[in-house]
C-alpha cells in the first residue's frame, strides 16, 4: 500500500470580510489530495486535507520541499504497525525532514493540510467517518456524538450597521445556533460596545456571546476594553493581544476575572507550552484555539493537548479556531470542548453540509467515510479537479 | 522614483555538510532583485537581497503574496521623506498587508530577503557601500571599520576524521581568522568532547573556540554536554536546546557559567522580546544571534535590538547569524559584537568576496555601492540571471 501521488490546489475564499487586522478577500487555503493505490468499489481511494482557515495556501512549501520527501520515502516507512492504514506521524516527520528547529508559521500550514489528509485517507480504507478513526487512534470513544458549537461572525463589513449586525446573528439562531462571537477592536470602543450590546440582545444571555479582538490591542487599550466589558460576564474576551505576547496575556488574565481564549495563531507544541508556562492561563477557566490544520495536523495538536492536560488544563477547554468540517470530527473524536462554525462566510471551507444536523447549538459529523468533504458542494469543483 | 519590478530566483546552496539537525544539500536561498527606474551612468539600479543562509529559499510567499503587494501599492507611499531612497519600513509593512499576526516562520525570510534588497538598492542610489547608509539611517558612525568575525565549521562530514577537523580549522588560521565555532551534538558526548580538545588544540586559547548544538538537545543532555565542558570556559555554548523553549535555556543559564549563544532561530520582535523575558539570558554575557534576512529584514532586526538595550543588553552581545557579505555590513553599521563566517561553504552565499580583507580576526566591508555582492564571484551568474 502506497501514496501514488500527492496533488494540491491553492484556493480562494469567498467573501468581502474583515476582522480587527485584516482582510480576508485575498486569503487562500491549500487543498491537498493524497492519492492511494488503493480502491473501493473500483474507484481509487484519495485522502483530501486543507491548511483550515484565515491565512494562505503553501503551494510553495507542498511543492518544493515536503511532497518530495515524502514521495522519496520508502513507502513501507510511511504505514502503520498493522500495514492497513497509513502512519501520520511517520507522514509528517518523513515531510519536516531537514527542517530546522523554530520558525513555526507558513510551513506549520503546510504541513497541516498534508498531515490531515492521512486521516481522511486512514478513515476512507476503513470505510468509516473521521471521528472514529481519530477517536480509535487516540484511545476514546467511537460512538456518535455531536460537538458544541457557536456562529463566529460580525466582522465588520464595508458599512455594515447595527441592524445589519442584528439580522446577521438572528439568522444564525434560526438555523440552529445558540451562541455567537463577535469582532472588536475595528471600529472605536463606544461603537464596540454597541455592537456588543447589540449582539447580547439577540443572544439573550452573556454566557451565549463571545468576542474576539483578532490580536490587535496593545496591553492599555486590551485592559481597556477588559474593564468596559467585564460587567457584562460574555463567555470569553479572544486574543486582546499579539498571540505571542505571553506577557501582555498574563497581565489582561491577571486583571479580566472573565474567560480569556487564545492559540489560533500558535503553530506549534512549544508555542503552545510557552502560553501555558508563562501566559498566565487559568486551569478550568481559560480558552485554548490551537487549529490542526495551522499547525503541522493533528500529530502536532494531540501533542498540544497533552501538554495542556499536563498542566491541569482540560480538553473542554479547547475549542479550535475555524469553522468546518475537519475540526468538526477533531472536536467530536478528541471529546473537545466544542468548535467554531463560520456559517455563511470563508466559503468553500467554511460551514458544514445539510449532513450536519446544527440544533441547539450543536452539531453532528458527517457519518460517509472520512472528513465528509466531499458532501460540501461547494468544494466540490476543487475536489474533483484534484482527483 | 518607484521600483518597476521585482524578480525572485531560488539558489541551492552547495555543500555535503551537516550539523546535528539538518543536512544542508537540499537547503535554498532566495535571492531577490529590486528594479529600480534609476540609472547611473546608464545602468539601471538594482537592489539584491537574500534571506541569509540554513533554511529555505521562499518562492511561494514572495510570488503570491509579498511582491503583488508592493507592486500594487502607490510608489510615492513607499519612498523615503526626503524622496531620495526608498522606506524599508513602508515597503516591508506594504508587503505584511493583511497577515496575520504569530506565525514567524517562512514569510519572514521571504520579507527579509525582499526587505534587505532595499537597503542595497538605497546604497547604491547614495553611490556608497550599504554599511554607510544603514549607519546613517540608524544613526551610528559612518566611518569604515571591520566587523570581528569568527570562523564556523567543524560541521559534520561523512566520513570526517579528527585530521581533517585540524585541518580545516588550521586553513582558517591562515586565511585570517583566529576564532572558531565548532558543531556538537552530531555525535556521542565523549566523541564530542575529543572534537572539542582537538579544535582547542588549534584554537590555542578557549575564549576563541565556541561550539553549537543546534538546538539539538533535550534539558537532560543540555546540561550533560554543560558540565562536560564548563571546566573548558569556552567562548560560548550556542543553541543547546529548541530555540523557543524559553524554560530549557533559562534552566541551561542557571547551571551553565560560561555565556550561552541563541537567537538565530527566532524571527519575530516579540519572539526576541519573549527570550529576554522568559529565556534567563544574561545582560553583559550572554549572545544573541538574531539573523535580519530571516527575520523580516533590517526593520524588524533593529526593533528587536531595541528590545535588547531596553533590558540592559548590548549590541556587542548581537553576533548575528548567517556568515555573508550583508551581516558584515549591518554589524559594522550599528556596531555589533561581530558576525560570523562559513570559509569554503554556503556558496555561493557564504564567506566574502577577495575584496574583504580578513586578518587577525577582522574583516573589512566591501566598499563599492550597496552590499557588494556583485563582487562574490560565485553569485555574478545568479545576479545577471536576475537583472
Chains 1, 2 share one sequence.
Not at 32 to 54: E, K, M, P, W, Y
Not at 332 to 343: I, K, M, N, S
Request: negative net charge; proline residues 5%; glycine residues 12%.
Amino acid at each position: 500500500m502506497r501514496i501514488l501521488e500527492i496533488r494540491e490546489r491553492t484556493v480562494p475564499l469567498a467573501g468581502n470580510v474583515a476582522n480587527a487586522v485584516v482582510n480576508f478577500s485575498e486569503h487562500t487555503v491549500s487543498l491537498v489530495a493524497l492519492i492511494s493505490d488503493q480502491t473501493v468499489d473500483g474507484r481509487t481511494l484519495v485522502g483530501f486535507g486543507f491548511n483550515s482557515i484565515g491565512r494562505f495556501g503553501q503551494a510553495g512549501i507542498l511543492r518544493e520541499r515536503m511532497i518530495p520527501r515524502v514521495l522519496a520515502a520508502d513507502p513501507s516507512t510511511l504505514l502503520a504497525s498493522d500495514h492497513r492504514t497509513f502512519d501520520a506521524a511517520a507522514i509528517a516527520a518523513t515531510a519536516m525532514r531537514n527542517e530546522k528547529p523554530g520558525g513555526h508559521g507558513d510551513r506549520a500550514g503546510a504541513l497541516g493540510a498534508l498531515e490531515l489528509a492521512v486521516w481522511d485517507l486512514n478513515a476512507k480504507l476503513g470505510g468509516e467517518p473521521a471521528y472514529r478513526t481519530i477517536a480509535r487512534h487516540f484511545g476514546h470513544s467511537v460512538e456518535r456524538r455531536p460537538a458544541t458549537v457557536y456562529a463566529a461572525g460580525g466582522y465588520y463589513y464595508p458599512g455594515a450597521s447595527m441592524k445589519r449586525l442584528r439580522e446577521e446573528l438572528k439568522q444564525y439562531r434560526s438555523i440552529g445556533f445558540d451562541a455567537f462571537k463577535l469582532k472588536i477592536g475595528g471600529a472605536p470602543l463606544a461603537e464596540d460596545m454597541q455592537r456588543i450590546e447589540t449582539a447580547l440582545d439577540v443572544a439573550g444571555d452573556s454566557a451565549r456571546l463571545s468576542v474576539d479582538a483578532n490580536g490587535r490591542f496593545d496591553l492599555d487599550t486590551a485592559l481597556e476594553y477588559g474593564r468596559a466589558m467585564q460587567p457584562l460576564g460574555l463567555r470569553w474576551y479572544e486574543e486582546p493581544g499579539d498571540p505571542l505576547d505571553y506577557a501582555l496575556n498574563r497581565a489582561i488574565a491577571e486583571a479580566y476575572d472573565g474567560p480569556i481564549a487564545t492559540g489560533e495563531n500558535l503553530f506549534s507544541a512549544i508555542d503552545a507550552s510557552n502560553l501555558v508556562r508563562f501566559g498566565g492561563m487559568r486551569p478550568g477557566k481559560d480558552i485554548f484555539q490551537m487549529d490542526a490544520g495551522l499547525s503541522y495536523g493533528l500529530t502536532e495538536y494531540t501533542r498540544m493537548i497533552g501538554i495542556l492536560e499536563q498542566h491541569g488544563i482540560t480538553r473542554a477547554q479547547c475549542f479550535p479556531h475555524g469553522g468546518h468540517l475537519i475540526n468538526l470530527h477533531i472536536a467530536v473524536a478528541l471529546d473537545l470542548g466544542g468548535c467554531e462554525a463560520y456559517p455563511g462566510v470563508f466559503q468553500p471551507f467554511g460551514g458544514y453540509p445539510p449532513e450536519c444536523d446544527v440544533a441547539d447549538g450543536l452539531v453532528w459529523p458527517t457519518e460517509v467515510p472520512g472528513f465528509g468533504l466531499e458532501l460540501k458542494r461547494e468544494l466540490r469543483t476543487h475536489l474533483d479537479i484534484l482527483t
